[in-house]
């Protein structure tokens, strides 16, 4: 059995040897694995809506455990809280503890959106702009999980 790592989002450090041109060094990659136990996958991202990548075809079979030692492992996208007052040059700042939703770029870099009370607004709502910051792997790492539960259409 191939040593391959769970599925989750990552970030290549190296292109994939004999796919150099769909993943090469400093992209962002998911690794799947079929629900049916089947072999694991890598995909590049699809598309974007929400701020959230989703996956589409083609997939590649992951078949070398040696370059997925290589892949960086990413949080998944989401909602944290922040660890640290994060301030701006010009002014202005985001709080400790502030909710952010997490996203990545293409290159694999987090990019965080923070959310926003809209006091004009009738519903009792947080929202999240499409545009965010750049943020470095040492934050990453240190971003709280905020679990707020996502509400299915009736």
């Known amino acids: 059995m191939l040593d391959l ?3 989750g989002l990552y970030r290549t450090t190296q292109p994939y040897p004999g796919h150099e041109d769909t993943f090469p ?3 962002l990659v998911y690794i799947g694995q079929p629900s049916n136990g089947g072999l694991k996958f890598v995909v ?9 990548w989703f996956w589409g ?5 992951l078949r070398s455990p040696s370059w ?5 492992r990413l949080p998944a996208e989401g909602y944290y809280t922040l660890p640290k007052t994060l301030e701006f ?4 700042k985001w709080l400790e503890n ?16 923070v959310a926003e009370l809209r006091e004009a607004a009738a519903d009792n709502a947080l929202y999240f702009s499409d545009r965010g910051m750049l943020v470095d792997d040492d934050l ?10 996502p509400v299915r259409p009736e």
């Open 89 to 92: 040059e010009g002014g202005g």
């Open 68 to 72: 997925a030692k290589t892949l960086k």
């Open 25 to 27: 060094a400093g992209v």
């Open 98 to 113: 502030a909710i952010v939703q997490l996203g990545f770029n293409e290159q694999g870099q987090g990019i965080l959106f």
């Open 57 to 61: 075809e083609p997939t590649t079979p």
């Open 44 to 52: 590049r991202p699809g598309s974007n809506r929400k701020n959230r």
């Open 140 to 149: 990453l790492d240190r971003l709280r999980w905020a679990p707020i539960l």
């Open 5 to 7: 790592p769970d599925p």
